[in-house]
């Protein structure tokens, strides 16, 4: 049922901030760990095709088991933090949880796996229990075989290839002692034949390639420099009198099922100045029955750099042929690195989540350029709001950064979302946002101070080049009056400065190299670049080119800054902080046009959790942390007042309030009759004058109560959100968020009968995949019908006229912005 009611659109997320979380299929498929799931993206279609959700912690490592024919692998293994290590298997076009390993007594920070000729597959995984376990899986079962203890110390990483002219595994593991293992599995269980010195720093990554009957072992290391070792198989046992005058390369030995194995170390790779993260091979290629390995090893450095390293076709020597990364910037090094199967493009993945891929241009010879790729939140979304228009989304995050969503319309159909700006980079956790007309918002993080910030003009090029929407049209608006060009921050401050015109012409004409004059003038601001984009542009450019300046600071509160709401008629905001008495609780009121302080609003004890304005800006609801919740109505302006001014009009008490715990969130229905709370005590209620038809608010003598049953949604209800568009059958449409994740739509109709139930009917509910695996933090509605980015939305319309399409975007606490499409016809 929820399949065809409920439709995945758009999830924004990225890495996990660990080494070995990302892995690229031969079907053109990237699987990465994002939160606790187990993302799978396609980079031609640049959108997320499926979550897979089974950890109960953050997935640290995931890695396709590579087939021995070069086939599309058919399985998928992670490990994670919840100590488990999970197998997924391809079943008809879906992936499920096969297997689930259960053993280890620590984070799961490294797995591999490689297909046997029985038919079983092989695993290995590494845990930070200082154990490395192998596990055997067929037809749905899977067993531990072996555990290897490495006493006080931990591996890295692990790598399992076959020994060349047999189906015997090998093993490498590379640890924090700057040695590397191989193990081979004799007599069934795997044991250790020789260790390989030369490292100066832990071991960061191993990985195997078969080449010519022969396997080559990449090394990587956080002493800047990649090793390649070369196991060849020893016809005899040589003399070991070397000619005299001979150079001859240290050979290490040993015998497996009959053969003698021979490992010397082929080249040392220097080039990067940080440590070495990542390494991987080029794929094999299968070409007319057999298997080719092209010579070409990539790596990644925390120098913020990528190689591409191979032998030189007339001697042999390793050199580099390809170097690609970030100049500039804050940012930490990328973390690991992966190359597409047919060695075009290349992908690494950064310290804060961000994806970085480069492609060989087909027109010009040896080019690599930048693409485009997905990005999200690298840590806690906790909340979002729609333009005016519903034409983008920004979202902030406890990763200190607001980020701004744009449907981006490719080849005249195809519509996928993208983030074309971060207005905000913070030194503080964003808490929360609330947008004020089209091209400006106010945002609050863990400090005492609301931030203001306004669009400049190069965003609203931008944006009209991306979404396909008119410039003129846009400028002319009254949002679009007096931007500047773009923002750029100080060197030692967190404000965004504007940067106007007359600036950057001032910026063009500074000489070059030039005497530094003052200590302003040696610690440059991040200069703002205008750019031109008619695509997304890559992470460096969002980092330093898509700021909006900040216009405004508000001073006020006494803590941390938990919630914020703005009038649909742009007029007022209202702001309010962590509070555990009664005179930090507060709501503060805003004017929206000369941000000053018009009022404080005193009712609540506690935190105020969340508000919202009426869809006519009459009242002002809140709810909060001591379980009841206030109503705020908008007095008539006087003669002499031009500023609005809000009196309280009713409020529910300990003793009639419902709710008996922490109310969550709140919501407006589009018609002002009715306002929904949803709490802790995993109620859902609708409130409103009972039995009238009456807005809430026009009539002083009828009390505001419950207009609904109680609705146990049976977890705690975090987030509420009504639908703007009241359905054809005059019910309105509710989405509830819930603590485990799920989202539930209901359906709600006004009835006499309070106590029967049959008010409320739950109309679909997000999957498995859809559904987030932490706390849904937001919840929030498209303003207007039809789907963001479709040109003609009167296509989204039923015969009846009535639209056929709504769209709701959530925020989790999984890292990930998700937006929905419902079909309001299926309910």
């Avoid at 400065?497 to 302003?520: H, M, R």
């Amino acid at each position: 049922m929820a399949a065809s009611v409920l439709q995945t659109c758009h999830v924004a997320c990225c890495a996990n901030r660990t080494p070995h979380v990302l892995s690229w299929s031969r079907r053109d498929l990237i699987a990465f760990g994002t939160c606790n799931s187990v993302a799978l993206y396609d980079p031609q279609e640049i959108k997320i095709i499926e979550l897979l959700n089974k950890h109960t912690g953050r997935v640290n490592a995931v890695q396709w088991v590579h087939r021995e024919d070069c086939g599309p692998e058919k399985q998928l293994v992670s490990g994670g933090s919840d100590n488990a290590v999970i197998l997924w298997e391809e079943r008809d076009g879906k992936y499920t949880s096969s297997a689930v390993c259960s053993g280890h007594s620590g984070p799961v920070c490294a797995v591999d796996g490689v297909s046997l000729a029985s038919g079983q597959s092989l695993l290995a995984s590494a845990s930070s229990d200082s154990t490395v376990k192998l596990w055997t899986y067929s037809s749905g079962e899977a067993e531990c075989l072996q555990t290897i203890s490495f006493g006080s110390g931990f591996m890295m990483d692990v790598s399992l290839a076959l020994l060349p002219g047999s189906e015997v595994p090998v093993l490498a593991c590379g640890g924090d002692d700057s040695k590397v293992y191989l193990y081979v599995q004799l007599s069934g269980q795997f044991q250790k034949v020789l260790t390989l010195q030369g490292h100066e720093d832990w071991v960061r990554g191993v990985e195997w390639a078969a080449n010519d009957g022969e396997l080559l072992l990449a090394s990587c290391s956080q002493d800047c420099l990649i090793r390649v070792w070369r196991l060849v198989v020893k016809c005899a046992p040589q003399s070991e009198m070397a000619a005299e005058g001979d150079i001859k390369m240290k050979e290490d030995v040993f015998e497996a099922k009959g053969n003698v194995y021979a490992v010397t170390l082929e080249t040392v790779l220097a080039g990067h100045e940080n440590w070495v993260y990542g390494i991987h091979w080029q794929p094999p290629v299968n070409k007319g029955g057999s298997v080719e390995q092209p010579l070409s090893l990539l790596s990644a450095s925390m120098d913020k750099t990528m190689i591409l390293w191979g032998p030189e076709d007339s001697s042999g020597v390793w050199v580099e042929k390809v170097r690609v990364g970030e100049v500039g910037g804050n940012t930490l090094g990328f973390f690991g690195c992966q190359m597409s199967p047919d060695g075009s493009k290349i992908l690494a993945h950064a310290f804060h989540g961000a994806l970085h891929l480069w492609y060989k241009d087909q027109g010009q010879q040896g080019e690599w350029s930048p693409g485009v790729v997905l990005s999200g939140h690298f840590n806690a979304v906790q909340d979002l709001s729609w333009d005016p228009e519903g034409e983008f989304l920004l979202s902030v995050g406890s990763d200190q950064t607001t980020r701004l969503f744009v449907p981006w319309r490719r080849n005249c159909s195809q519509v996928t979302w993208h983030e074309i700006s971060r207005p905000q980079i913070h030194g503080y956790d964003m808490q929360c946002l609330a947008t004020v007309g089209r091209f400006q918002f106010v945002s609050g993080a863990d400090e005492k101070v609301l931030r203001v910030f306004r669009a400049p003009r190069n965003f609203v090029e931008n944006f009209a080049n991306i979404a396909g929407t008119s410039l003129e049209k846009l400028m002319a608006s009254t949002d679009a009056a007096g931007l500047p060009e773009g923002a750029s921050t100080p060197a030692l401050g967190l404000s965004n400065k504007a940067v106007f015109q007359g600036d950057l012409a001032i910026q063009n004409t500074q000489v070059e190299g030039e005497n530094f004059n003052s200590v302003s003038d040696q610690y440059k601001e991040s200069y703002f670049h205008p750019l031109s984009l008619t695509e997304p542009p890559p992470e460096d450019h969002l980092l330093q080119n898509t700021l909006w300046p900040e216009v405004q600071k508000l001073y006020g509160h006494g803590f941390e800054m938990f919630c914020l709401a703005s009038d649909s008629s742009r007029t007022v905001v209202a702001s309010a902080c962590k509070a555990s008495k009664a005179e930090h609780a507060a709501i503060l009121l805003w004017s929206a046009s000369s941000w000053k302080q018009l009022q404080a609003l005193p009712c609540h004890s506690l935190t105020v959790t969340q508000m919202a304005f009426s869809q006519d800006g009459r009242l002002l609801l809140a709810v909060s942390r001591d379980r009841t919740w206030s109503l705020w109505r908008r007095e008539d302006p006087g003669a002499d007042s031009s500023e609005p001014r809000f009196s309280l009009y009713t409020h529910s008490t300990k003793d009639s309030a419902v709710h008996t715990r922490i109310i969550w969130s709140c919501d407006w229905s589009p018609d002002n009759k009715y306002f929904v709370t949803s709490s802790r005590d995993k109620k859902v209620i609708m409130w409103g004058h009972r039995g009238s038809e009456d807005c809430v608010g026009k009539n002083n003598s009828t009390v505001v109560s419950p207009c609904s049953s109680v609705l146990d949604v049976g977890d705690s209800a975090t987030a509420v959100a009504i639908c703007p568009l009241i359905l054809s059958d005059q019910s309105y449409l509710l989405a509830v968020g819930l603590e485990s994740g799920r989202i539930v739509l209901y359906k709600w109709r006004p009835m006499e009968d309070l106590y029967s139930g049959s008010d409320w009917s739950k109309c679909a509910e997000t999957d498995a995949s859809q559904s987030h695996t932490l706390v849904v933090k937001r919840l929030r509605w498209r303003p207007r019908a039809g789907q963001a980015g479709q040109r003609d939305e009167s296509e989204c319309q039923s015969k009846s006229g009535h639209p056929a399409w709504v769209q709701l975007a959530s925020a989790g606490a999984d890292h990930a912005v998700k937006i929905f499409s419902i079909n309001t016809l299926t309910l």
